[in-house]
């Protein structure tokens, strides 16, 4: 390496503008990185934010804002005179490659660690996805919408004059329940698009769905309560669920939805469901009414809780659209969860959860002792999104795009794998379930593919219990034509060998 007190760095890698993470943030964390790493050592002179700037193809202003960040944190130094270096007060014991650092600070026996019951059980539950990184275009990764069809540039443009113009006026605590315009948006919203019953003040901005179902679970279970879960389900739901300490007690789910009787079979006692009426993860049914009536009949008659996950019910092609189950409640029993994840990027971790009235103090009282409130400024302009009509808009266009994308999944699906799947064509969501035959493994199936470069996760991976079957989870929003295509030419020759 160059003397680092004499000759200037020079940065050998690329920023993609594609990235939902702005392009100042890649650069900070390609600088922090390679500081904490060893590959800058203290005192290694930084190139200019303007020459930085030419290198890289980039504005001078995203430089800047990235040399501000790693100033103010102290990774660097600058002078008058000197230019930018990295800061020689960096202790040495941070100056180490992270493997080295976890490999120094494992405990021989990590199985001896005094950690939670709930918290060990957290293993067992399966990962949606890779959670960093970009997917690198693998399909059928579920739950993934289109990033490449994205407003990025219309998002900028908000945040920035968001930045510019009202965080001198929010830079104050605020309100636990989130950004009150954002909240009259969203219940103006729903209200139109899916019948949801309720007032702003009924509305509380959450860190996505999984931040709803947190809060929901904390509020509303005891340890040891019964709760029912839908089998298959939703892993997010059950990562709750277990934190919380419920006694989970599966439910099957058939063609209709959840079997209510089912449950009362097997949890007379239960107080809680989580479920996804719209559109079940990950089977894709829709709950019929007479299934919906009775689930409302049993949480009147038990005193029981409904959180109701509307995850991707905005997306729909097929069928008169249903309201949500929310719309039919008359006794206050269900509280109604959605996300702008799989509506907009997975990075921006915005959800909300609508809570009948007398739920709306325990649920602030227990937020303010959890994260006080999300952050503001994505708050800000996601509410100008709303209702300036870029929201409309962009959820209009993705529906086009998404049904072209789900009926190819269909067309070449049926055609490359008719005898070996049997494919679910889905009213509305982003993903679809093809069952197996029955003697095959739906778990070494997923592997195999994997290993092809398919991520199509077994449906049994969601199941507390048995199935009579296996299957696989195709995510189709995210996932090019022409990808999509390759994709399951590749998975026939995988189940072909298998």
């Not at 990033?147 to 930045?163: G, K, Q, V």
């Not at 950004?179 to 103006?188: D, G, K």
């Not at 069928?319 to 959605?338: K, M």
């Not at 302009?381 to 300036?388: C, G, M, V, W």
Request: include cysteine.
């Amino acid at each position: 390496m160059a003397n680092p007190t004499n000759d200037k760095q020079s940065f050998d890698f690329q920023l993609d503008a594609a990235l939902p993470e702005p392009l100042y943030r890649q650069l900070y964390e390609r600088i922090r990185g390679a500081i904490l790493a060893g590959q800058l050592p203290p005192g290694a002179r930084l190139p200019s934010t303007r020459a930085l700037a030419t290198e890289l193809g980039i504005s001078r202003s995203t430089t800047v804002l990235a040399y501000d960040h790693l100033l103010h944190e102290g990774y660097l130094t600058s002078q008058v005179g000197r230019g930018t270096e990295v800061s020689r007060e960096i202790p040495l014991s941070l100056l180490t490659a992270p493997s080295q650092q976890a490999q120094t600070k494992t405990p021989a026996h990590a199985t001896d660690l005094r950690l939670a019951g709930r918290i060990r059980q957290l293993g067992a539950i399966p990962a949606a996805a890779p959670l960093e990184g970009a997917p690198g275009g693998r399909p059928f990764l579920a739950g993934q919408p289109a990033l490449d069809l994205f407003p990025y540039r219309l998002w900028a443009r908000l945040i920035a004059r968001r930045a510019r113009h009202s965080l001198a006026l929010h830079g104050y605590y605020q309100s636990h329940a989130g950004y009150r315009p954002l909240r009259e948006a969203i219940a103006a919203h729903i209200a139109i698009s899916r019948g949801v019953r309720c007032t702003p003040d009924q509305v509380i901005i959450t860190s996505g769905t999984q931040g709803a179902l947190d809060l929901a679970a904390r509020v509303l279970i005891d340890p040891g309560d019964a709760a029912w879960f839908e089998n298959p389900g939703y892993f997010g739901a059950l990562g709750a669920l277990t934190l919380a300490g419920a006694q989970l007690a599966p439910v099957p789910v058939d063609a209709e939805g959840l079997d209510v009787e089912a449950g009362l079979q097997r949890s007379p006692n239960a107080r809680f469901v989580a479920v996804t009426p719209s559109h079940h993860f990950p089977t894709g049914v829709t709950m019929s009414l007479r299934r919906r009536l009775a689930l409302l009949g049993w949480a009147e008659r038990h005193e029981a809780w409904i959180v109701e996950d509307d995850y991707d019910s905005e997306y729909r092609f097929d069928g008169r659209p249903q309201a949500a189950l929310q719309a039919l409640d008359r006794a206050g029993r269900v509280l109604y969860i959605g996300s702008f994840s799989k509506m907009l990027l997975p990075s921006l971790r915005l959800g909300y959860i609508v809570v009948p009235p007398q739920l709306v103090e325990p649920m602030l009282a227990t937020r303010r002792n959890i994260d006080v409130h999300p952050p503001i400024l994505e708050q800000l302009a996601l509410a100008d999104f709303i209702q300036e009509g870029h929201f409309v808009r962009h959820l209009r266009r993705m529906r086009r795009h998404y049904q072209r994308r789900r009926d190819c999944l269909l067309h070449e699906l049926n055609k490359q794998l008719a005898g070996l799947l049997d494919v679910y064509a889905p009213e509305a969501g982003m993903q679809l379930a093809g069952w197996l035959p029955p003697e095959m493994d739906d778990r070494q199936v997923s592997k195999a593919a994997n290993a092809a470069g398919i991520m199509v996760p077994p449906i049994s991976f969601f199941s507390l219990e048995p199935l009579p079957r296996g299957g696989l989870l195709f995510g189709f929003a995210g996932i090019p034509e022409a990808d999509i295509r390759r994709g399951v030419k590749t998975l026939t020759g995988v189940l072909e060998r298998l």
